[in-house]
T-cell receptor, first 114, second 113 residues
């Protein structure tokens, strides 16, 4: 069965430091992969997606993610954290069946220290 | 811009009440989804629909039902609300051929007393 694993339910960084949020997936076919962000008391907003074009994907707010097939990973990075990046981040993979579902990871809450 | 709206941001109901959560999307999407979100558990799929009057159970359908009479509207129904249904409920929509990218509403925080 497909799955998504996000390592670390909480990640804390200092403002200006590198942000690295980890995501590993399982899929027997080339996947479509997504990162979503959720600010407090809001819905999920798409940050970026991988659709088998370029392996390095750039998203909004300075985030990017690299698809590494050999490592089955799709880690999210940002060179310099800003206070406004504090939120919960979800990695997701598109289901391989015909259901149009997304399989979500359990989420990582990013804390940014001043 | 795709817009997904949910009828309430916050809702307080009593145990045993029938609760309706409404979701409307304005982009003619075929697929619609209902999730609940709880701390530490991420998003769990309750029901989804890929066409009018069509519905499929997700991972946690017990205690819920859904209705999709029109393409743009997908309703989640709690027949008899219980305290363990206190949660954040998120609606999403998507269109086939767009990599299954889902667009989310703002969420409804439901408290059952």
């Amino acid at each position: 069965a497909q799955s998504v694993t996000q390592l670390g339910s909480h990640v804390s960084v200092s403002e200006g430091a590198l942000v690295l949020l980890r995501c590993n997936y399982s899929s027997s076919v080339p996947p479509y992969l997504f990162w979503y962000v959720q600010y407090p008391n809001q819905g999920l907003q798409l940050l970026l997606k991988y659709t088998s074009a370029a392996t390095l994907v750039k998203g909004i707010n300075g985030f990017e993610a690299e698809f590494k097939k050999s490592e089955t990973s799709f880690h999210l990075t940002k060179p310099s954290a800003h206070m406004s990046d504090a939120a919960e981040y979800f990695c997701a993979v598109s289901a391989q069946d015909s259901s149009y579902k997304l399989i979500f990871g359990s989420g990582t809450r990013l804390l940014v220290r001043p | 811009d795709v817009k997904v709206t949910q009828s309430s941001r916050y809702l307080v109901k009593r145990t045993g009440e029938k609760v309706f959560l409404e979701c409307v999307q304005d982009m003619d999407h075929e697929n619609m989804f209902w999730y609940r979100q709880d701390p530490g558990l991420g998003l769990r799929l309750i029901y989804f629909s890929y066409d009018v009057k069509m519905k499929e159970k997700g991972d946690i359908p017990e205690g819920y039902s859904v209705s999709r009479e029109k393409k743009e509207r997908f309703s989640l129904i709690l027949e008899s609300a219980s305290t363990n249904q206190t949660s954040m409920y998120l609606c999403a929509s998507s269109s086939p051929g767009r990599y299954n990218e889902q667009f989310f509403g703002p969420g409804t925080r439901l408290t059952v007393l």
